[in-house]
């Protein structure tokens, strides 16, 4: 079993840039399909970014779509979320999460997921 940790999030500027990052131990995230979900207060957990289990497939949220990028290093330990152009709309707690056995249709669905880190806080404001 894998255990998760965020770490990159703070208060920023809108039209700022972050790296979120996801850390693995227990194991690699090797074998894994793994997303980044956010969740505001009052307001339901929503789908970043994620890929398959071997990286086959890429997918991304419509909200966050052309500003975010997820990607991960080549020892499998690591899962960053790149995040360009923050939007004061983007300000919520982020996880990432990370499971086995998750079907490409589900990789958006945070039901799918067994794992999951404690989240990082991402304020945007002026």
């Known amino acids: 079993q894998v255990q998760l940790s965020e770490s990159g999030g703070g208060l920023v500027q809108p039209g700022a840039s972050l790296r979120l990052s996801c850390a693995a131990s227990g194991s690699t995230l090797r074998g894994y399909a793994v997303g980044w979900f956010r969740q505001a207060p009052g307001k339901e957990r929503e789908f970043v970014a994620g890929?398959?289990?071997?990286?086959?497939?890429?997918y991304y949220g419509d909200s966050v779509k052309g500003r975010v990028t997820i990607s991960r290093d080549n020892g499998w330990n690591t899962v960053d979320l790149q995040m360009n152009s923050l939007k004061p709309e983007d300000t919520a707690v982020y996880y990432c999460a990370a499971g086995r056995g998750v079907i490409t249709s589900s990789i958006g669905n945070q039901d799918a997921y067994a794992n999951w880190g404690q989240g990082t806080q991402v304020t945007v404001s002026s």
């Open positions: 890929y398959s289990r071997n990286g086959g497939y890429t």
